[in-house]
C-alpha cells in the first residue's frame, strides 16, 4: 500500500476515519433464540439489524447511495464462529455485508473477527479494517 494511501487512512480527512470496531451484544429471554449480527450497508453505514439504536459508525463516510459498488470486504475470524452470514470470502458491498451469531440454547456464544475493507475485489488495496465481537446470550 502507498504512504499516500496509508496517510489517508490514518486521516481524519479519510471517508473511512470513522469506521472503529466494536462490540455488539444481544440477549434474549426464552424461549425466543438471540441472535447478534453486524451488517455494512451499500450506502456506507453499519448497522446492528433488529437492535435499537440499530446504528453504528459508518464504514464510509458521508454516507453516499451505492458506494458499496466500489468495495470489497472480507471479514477473518480471531476467535468462535459465524452462525450465518457472508462468509469469511472476499464479497462486494454492492448489496452490503453481514455477518451473524445465533444462540439457540441458554447461554452465549461470541464470534470475533477483523473486517478489512479493500478498493479491488482481489483484496490487494486495503482502505480500512476494523475488529468486532458479537455476542449472542440466550437467557433462561
Known amino acids: 500500500m502507498s ?10 480527512n479519510s471517508p473511512f476515519a470513522l469506521f472503529a470496531g466494536a462490540t455488539i451484544n444481544k440477549a434474549t429471554l426464552s424461549p425466543a433464540n438471540a441472535t447478534a449480527a453486524l ?18 459508525p459508518n464504514w464510509f463516510s458521508p454516507t453516499t447511495t451505492g458506494i458499496g459498488s466500489s468495495y470489497w470486504a ?4 480471531s476467535s468462535g464462529s459465524f452462525s ?10 454492492s448489496g452490503g455485508a453481514g455477518w451473524t451469531r445465533s444462540q439457540t440454547a441458554v447461554g452465549s ?13 482481489g483484496g490487494v488495496n486495503k482502505v480500512a479494517q476494523a475488529t468486532f465481537t458479537i455476542t449472542a446470550t440466550k437467557d433462561a
Request: charged content about 15%.
Open 3 to 12: 504512504g499516500i494511501m496509508m496517510a489517508l487512512i490514518g486521516s481524519s
Open 39 to 56: 451488517d455494512l450497508n451499500s450506502d456506507g453505514t453499519c448497522s446492528r439489524p433488529g437492535d435499537s439504536p440499530a446504528s453504528l
Open 74 to 77: 472480507k471479514a477473518t475470524i
Open 84 to 93: 450465518s452470514g457472508s462468509g469469511t470470502g472476499i464479497v462486494s458491498l
Open 109 to 121: 456464544s461470541s464470534v470475533t473477527f477483523t473486517v478489512e475493507i479493500f478498493s479491488d475485489s
